[in-house]
């Protein structure tokens, strides 16, 4: 279930938590609070909403301290929390409303702990933190199929245990990430650009890993075999045309459907699997801007350009 941009800024922006969680992320009620001590100061935890036995809670001091406690002190907090909800994710909001540390502590037997925090100032757009969120958010047929804690859990940890890569990868993504923006037409607010550009970078890098095991059609260089099969059919510079004609139906007709799949579809798309929802998901923002009435003018309809496949 993609998050809706403009309510999930909204929600981040005015500090509503609970009403973020319940009817953006479709998680369910939770009325639990209680107080910790640790370094002789109180803490107040208070739920905001749970998925599974995983419950999210904010944390404010009870001293009416105006400050977010510092990392170590966090860390200190959470160890506290993990005694009445071993599952749980932290959000720090300091009493202005102008910052939010939201923490997620990675647990595992023999391992040191790992400490996972976003730093949100209201004066950003958020974009970053909007993509973990994401990651959390559950669906109607999500919840109808059953899900369990251990699937929430492995959300969080995805969405917010990020390892780290060498700054010359992250730079050359960086970079390549703002080029790509820079190609996108058709959705006007620029934060949004660089949203939809990582929702199609983090759906390219997943089909690049699963095409290196053979798993699309048996071809370990399947994108560029069927960018060069778009080329010869519909011309060499036709790259929305790659979008368009197979892009969008791999992954929302392809990955998106079960079998059997319509007419002609398979000869386009050769042998893939059936992913179940997930990043394959038709998103909001291709919703908003090219299925949507909002936009019923086919030149002004979403596209992007794709030279990384150059």
């Known amino acids: 279930m993609p998050l809706n941009p403009t309510t999930t800024r909204e929600r981040l922006k005015a500090f509503q938590f609970t009403p973020l969680f319940l009817e953006e992320l479709g998680w369910d009620n939770c009325r639990q609070s209680f107080t910790v001590t640790t370094d002789a100061r109180q803490f107040r935890l208070t739920a905001l909403a749970k998925k599974c036995g995983l419950v999210a809670y904010s944390c404010v001091p009870v001293d009416g301290d105006d400050q977010i406690p510092g990392r170590a002190l966090r860390l200190k907090i959470d160890r506290e929390v993990t005694k009445t909800t071993y599952e749980h994710l932290l959000v720090f909001p300091d009493p202005e409303h102008s910052t939010q540390v939201w923490q997620w502590v990675r647990r595992e037997p023999g391992k040191p702990i790992a400490c996972r925090e976003h730093k949100y100032h209201t004066s950003r757009p958020g974009s970053h933190l909007m993509q973990k969120l994401d990651r959390l958010a559950v669906s109607l047929e999500e919840e109808e199929r059953g899900l369990a804690l251990p699937e929430i859990a492995g959300r969080v940890r995805a969405a917010f245990d990020v390892e780290r890569v060498t700054g010359r990868f992250y730079d050359q993504f960086r970079k390549e990430k703002d080029q790509f923006t820079k190609l996108i037409e058709g959705i006007p607010v620029p934060e949004d650009r660089r949203w939809y550009a990582s929702v199609m970078l983090n759906r390219l890098m997943f089909v690049y890993f699963i095409q290196r095991k053979g798993f699309l059609d048996g071809d370990s260089n399947y994108l560029r075999s069927r960018l060069n099969r778009c080329q ?41 699997p059936y992913l179940n929802g997930g990043i394959f998901d038709i998103h909001t923002l ?25």
């Open 232 to 272: 010869q059919e519909r011309g060499k510079d036709q790259f929305y045309s790659f979008y368009r004609h197979f892009l969008l139906r791999l992954f929302q007709e392809g990955f998106g459907q079960r079998p059997p799949r319509k007419p002609g579809l398979d000869k386009l798309l050769g042998r893939i």
């Open 286 to 310: 291709e919703t908003e801007h090219r299925y949507g009435p909002k936009n019923r003018n086919p030149r002004r309809s979403l596209r992007a350009r794709f030279r990384l496949f150059r």
